[in-house]
């Protein structure tokens, strides 16, 4: 039986891709932050370990445990866990920043880190990042998440070709717009970091507070979180997994336009795309 490890699985797409690997037969090990919610998933069939990204010792403990359970081996990693931190550059702190680096960056490479000798010593291992479109078409008000995505896109790309010939895949899944508690979750870390009141973007805040508060429908182009778990069957069974996945039209289409169009026009296209920031 094949084991993963997937951070992030309280929720959306961690626990989407969890179910939906188990129903494939994989050993999971579906990690999140909080006590209950490994009850929950432990209620769920499946075999869950508390993780907290911001935490080294957290992070070493539960590779630690998932590597006795397993007798020394894992056959793959599912980095996913995180937040976004919305709000204009000129109004994010460095603890802003420093937040959203430590769980979205810092924590999944320090996993990996941990992981990676015992794939080494196997002879294989699949490494699957959660990115996004954000990770190379770059939003208004979400400076922060974007620049930690492109980071990862840049230590995705280095991982793989330092990996190279050890039988371990590195590849990159880019979801577009899913269904998901991201709206719900980004809403603390902006109110806990944002003078938004004090700010020359106050009017725009004020729009996305409103979405933030009340996602209302369903914006175009959204897809369940399924459509992210087909591609992440796809990194870990293919025999010839591919490097990047995008998911859903956006994450394709803006793919494409970032390679045809100018600097300017994309500018453009992605102000519109987000409302002119009011998204």
């Not at 577009?176 to 009017?203: M, Y």
Request: aromatic share 8%.
């Amino acid at each position: 039986m094949k084991s993963i490890l997937i951070t992030g699985c309280s929720s959306g797409i961690g626990h989407a891709v969890a179910l939906g690997l188990r129903q494939r037969g994989w050993r999971v090990f579906a990690s999140a932050r909080d006590a209950a919610d490994v009850a929950r998933l432990e209620g769920e069939g499946l075999e869950s370990t508390r993780l907290d990204l911001n935490d080294s010792t957290s992070i070493r403990d539960a590779a630690t445990e998932v590597l006795a359970r397993t007798g020394g081996t894992l056959h793959a990693l599912f980095n996913n866990g995180g937040f976004g931190q919305v709000g204009a550059v000129e109004d994010l702190t460095r603890d802003a920043l420093r937040e959203q680096f430590e769980t979205n960056l810092f924590g999944w490479v320090e996993l990996t880190n941990r992981l990676v000798p015992a794939m080494r010593a196997q002879g294989h291992g699949r490494i699957v990042m959660n990115s996004s479109v954000l990770g190379y078409a770059a939003f208004p008000y979400r400076g922060a998440y974007n620049a930690v995505k492109f980071a990862l896109e840049g230590l995705s790309d280095t991982l793989r070709m330092e990996l190279a010939g050890a039988g371990i895949h590195v590849s990159l899944v880019e979801p577009g717009p899913i269904v998901s508690r991201f709206r719900e979750n980004c809403l603390p870390h902006f109110e806990k970091h944002i003078d938004w009141q004090g700010s020359a973007h106050r009017t725009r805040y004020e729009s996305q507070l409103a979405r933030l508060k009340n996602p209302g429908p369903v914006a175009p182009f959204t897809l369940g979180p399924e459509a992210v778990l087909e591609k992440v069957i796809h990194a870990l069974e293919s025999p010839r997994p591919r490097a990047r996945y995008p998911v859903t039209a956006p994450s394709v289409a803006f793919w494409w336009l970032k390679r045809l169009l100018s600097t300017r026009m994309m500018d453009k296209l992605l102000l519109r795309a987000s409302g002119e920031g009011k998204r």
